[in-house]
């Protein structure tokens, strides 16, 4: 069980990191499979789902993407890296 404060989420986490070390959203990437990652993927940040990705982050990704994220065909790491070369930050 997590006791943590009801505007605690992965997004807010993810922000507050990225500030800290001083990277801008077009910096970062946030990748994920879960409901849980939903908060991740609505921040200004690009973004991967994967292959493997779970039902509710699937509907909302048709509900709610946008050009931002990728949606990878690819499992887990394969999932990460397919969107890495997607947006241009690995050499083909």
Known sequence: MDIVPVRANKGNALNYVREKLGFSPDETIACG??????ALFTQN???IIVG?????????????????????????AAG????????GWTEH
Do not use: V
């Open 33 to 38: 499979d879960s409901g849980n990652d939903i």
């Open 45 to 47: 940040t690009m973004g």
């Open 52 to 76: 493997n990705a779970r039902s509710e982050l699937l509907q909302w990704h048709k509900r709610q993407g946008s050009d931002r994220q990728y949606l990878a065909q690819g499992h887990c």
């Open 80 to 87: 990460i890296l397919e969107g890495l070369n997607h947006f």
